[in-house]
């Protein structure tokens, strides 16, 4: 994939750097795509282990600093004539660390430990927006709340369509934001008017499952290997590329 970003950052003039441009963004999009280990990548390319690890984290800082706002992510589909996003959850896995501190990483939800995260996408399945990371027990409403999604998507004038995890999260039922469906209780069954909105619901949602497999096509993603605190910037800089490996 050519991506200017890598390529013009690869190009800057360190009196250090000895491999060309083009070759340190195919070896960041090696490690990105196939999660290839770095002392391999390094060892293929007659450098330190160190100097890859460097190049990586800083063409992910670099690209993630062009992921867009919520705020901006969510007026841009607006302007676009959309009418409603899609938001879901995710948890980026990560190996289980001893100790109290990472207790609160573990995700019930999803039987695991690593960060937690929140995605948005258009209805053609476009990433346009990631959160920052989270513990993975965090609930879904809690960190949507944190990132106020209710305010901004009221203020875009959009509509957004979630799973039975934010239920609870936009309490207007008069003009209600977020539509998250029916849930049936042991005291009251769903009506098959309440099935059929459910069903139609999760038609609806279906492009957000698309997005996500878009995304965690980058193995990187299969098991996080660095900190969890560090994890935030991972998920924007694969939204980047992979919005620009879409729009070729």
Not at 8 to 23: C, Q, T, V
Request: with cysteine.
């Amino acid at each position: 994939m050519n991506c200017p970003v890598l390529t013009r950052r690869a190009s800057a003039p360190f009196r250090w750097r000895i491999l060309p441009p083009g070759k340190i963004a195919a070896i960041v999009l090696a490690v990105l795509r196939h999660d290839q280990r770095l002392a391999d990548m390094a060892g293929g390319n007659d450098v330190y282990e160190s100097t890859v690890r460097r190049r990586r984290d800083e063409l992910i800082g670099l690209l993630a600093a062009q992921a867009p706002r919520l705020d901006h992510a969510l007026k841009e589909v607006a302007k676009q004539g959309g009418e409603v996003v899609l938001i879901d959850d995710t948890l980026i896995r990560t190996r289980h660390r001893t100790g109290r501190a990472d207790r609160r990483n573990y995700s019930g939800k999803h039987r695991s430990h690593g960060p937690h995260f929140l995605a948005l996408t258009d209805e053609k399945s476009r990433l346009i927006w990631t959160s920052a990371a989270r513990p993975g027990r965090t609930h879904d409403n809690t960190a949507a709340r944190h990132d106020h999604i209710l305010a901004h998507s009221r203020a875009a004038g959009l509509g957004a369509l979630a799973d039975l995890g934010f239920r609870g999260l936009d309490n207007d039922i008069l003009d209600p934001v977020i539509v998250t469906g029916y849930i049936a209780t042991r005291t009251h069954k769903l009506t098959r008017g309440q099935k059929e909105a459910n069903r139609v619901l999760a038609v609806g949602r279906a492009p957000v499952e698309h997005g996500f497999a878009h995304l965690k096509n980058w193995r990187i993603l299969t098991k996080l290997r660095t900190h969890p605190v560090r994890a935030t910037r991972l998920p924007r800089t694969l939204l980047v590329l992979t919005n620009l490996e879409i729009s070729r």
